[in-house]
């Protein structure tokens, strides 16, 4: 089947599904129609189908909690797999940079190919077809030009053309729908940019040692290198040394309901924990960029860099902790789980880093890990119904939970705040009884009025019950 004939026939479908609607079941439909159409160009590999795999997950943890987070998420992993198709062995965020280029501006890079470039003639239409659709176009342009002077000249002529009802023809949707061509266009016929694709290819993993030995001026440039980067490395680990000190003194000397600037210690610390890893990791590139990697006397500044990525683990771990206490205090926030999630992307960020000087990697390796780590952590995230889990572990773990924090929240967790005003109706004010009551008619009424397009996993499970 032809290309454009499939764009056109998959936009339709995607106007069907997405126009006027909001997002639900439509997304997963029409995430299988795209991994399908992908699957039709050519056979695929296991990397396609590993991939594609995780693009229609997204769509079902899109189904089963659709915030914006997890509709981004699944947008990126779409991104992703259009890269992957594309050039299966690049990296991750090569993979998804060739996945937004070509669904920005394929048709541009296409178009320009082929000016200059045309198809050589067994591709061309035969003279036959170019000759029709060129006689339909310009018969359309013709009957409409000569219809207005008809109307003009003839009242009898004038009054049939005014029967004809045309109203449903609409722009948005006409508009809406060729959105959804050059959309699928871009994935039937996808633009590969070959350069970048070859550069980040043969970008390796491992640093290769040099053939030849050092020359004895290249040693002496080597030792004196090995020196600074030895006292570089001595003088932050004391500094880091005294600080892990001082933290401890602070932890065990703060009272975290009482004491106000404990939020602030925590966010001060995070901020520092941040500057102190990117610090670490730059530091640690330059001294072990190349040829010291391969030096035979770097044992000392080798182990002076292993006692910096320790210690600022510990600086991890103590951040984690009074995280720890301040959530067991205050509860659940989005910001406060943002800083877990990203002490356990430092973490990962210091192992890799390790990796690094033990395995003697390269910069891109480290680009490479961190930012599958960080997809792979997007993708877990997915599977947790943020809303509801804040509010559900507040509501039953905290004496004075924020309510309006929560009232603020996305609709879905409009069902467990009120249950709780039948509960704890007497400790909530009567603003906030009122806004839960409102929040949670609001939250029934789009639900009952959702299409089938836009189901999501509240229909599905509620029309089992029934």
Request: with cysteine.
């Amino acid at each position: 089947m032809n290309i454009h004939i499939k764009a056109c026939l998959a936009a339709i479908v995607f106007s069907l599904l997405f126009y006027s609607k909001s997002i639900g079941l439509n997304l997963f439909l029409i995430s299988i129609i795209v991994v399908l159409l992908l699957t039709s160009l050519r056979k695929r590999n296991k990397t396609f189908w590993g991939f594609g795999l995780v693009y229609i997950f997204t769509a079902l943890m899109v189904i089963a909690d659709p915030t914006p987070f997890k509709i981004c998420t699944h947008l990126m992993s779409f991104l992703v797999l259009i890269g992957k198709t594309i050039s299966e062995k690049s990296s991750l965020y090569i993979s998804w940079f060739v996945g937004l280029v070509n669904m920005v501006i394929a048709s541009i890079f296409h178009l320009n190919g082929y000016l200059k470039n045309p198809m050589p003639d067994k591709k061309k239409l035969s003279p036959k077809i170019i000759n029709s659709i060129k006689g339909v176009v310009l018969a359309i342009v013709l009957i409409l030009f000569f219809s207005i002077l008809y109307r003009n000249a003839n009242p009898v002529f004038d009054n049939f053309v005014s029967l004809i009802n045309i109203d449903f023809i609409s722009i948005p949707w006409i508009f809406f729908t060729l959105i959804g061509y050059f959309i699928f266009l871009h994935i039937l016929r996808p633009y590969t940019p070959e350069k970048l694709i070859k550069l980040d290819i043969s970008q390796k993993n491992t640093l290769k040692a040099p053939k030849e030995t050092f020359l004895f001026q290249n040693q002496l440039l080597l030792e004196g290198e090995h020196t600074l980067g030895s006292i570089v490395f001595m003088a932050l680990n004391t500094l880091l040394i005294v600080f892990l000190i001082t933290d401890i003194i602070y932890l065990f000397n703060t009272d975290v309901v009482t004491n106000a600037s404990y939020s602030k210690s925590v966010h001060q610390g995070i901020y520092a924990l941040l500057f102190s890893i990117i610090c670490a990791i730059i530091i640690i590139l330059y001294f072990f960029r190349s040829d010291l990697n391969f030096f035979k006397g770097n044992k000392r500044i080798k182990r002076l860099a292993y006692l910096w990525i320790i210690l600022n683990m510990i600086l991890v771990f103590f951040t984690w902790y009074k995280n720890y206490l301040y959530v067991e205090a205050l509860g659940l926030t989005y910001k406060r789980i943002g800083v877990f999630v990203y002490l356990l992307l430092t973490i990962t960020g210091l192992c890799t880093t390790y990796l690094k000087v033990a395995q003697i990697k390269s910069f891109i390796y480290l680009v490479r890990t961190n930012i599958a780590t960080l997809f792979t952590f997007l993708l877990l995230s997915t599977t947790i119904p943020w809303d509801r889990a804040i509010t559900s572990y507040n509501l039953l773990n905290i004496k004075n939970p924020d309510i309006q924090y929560l009232i603020n929240l996305g609709d879905s967790n409009s069902v467990l705040l009120h249950k709780y005003t039948f509960t704890q109706n007497k400790y909530l004010k009567k603003d906030q009884v009122k806004y839960i009551n409102q929040k949670y008619t609001d939250f029934i009424k789009e639900q009952t009025e959702k299409t089938w397009q836009e189901f999501t996993f509240y229909q599905l499970t509620n029309s089992l019950k029934k």
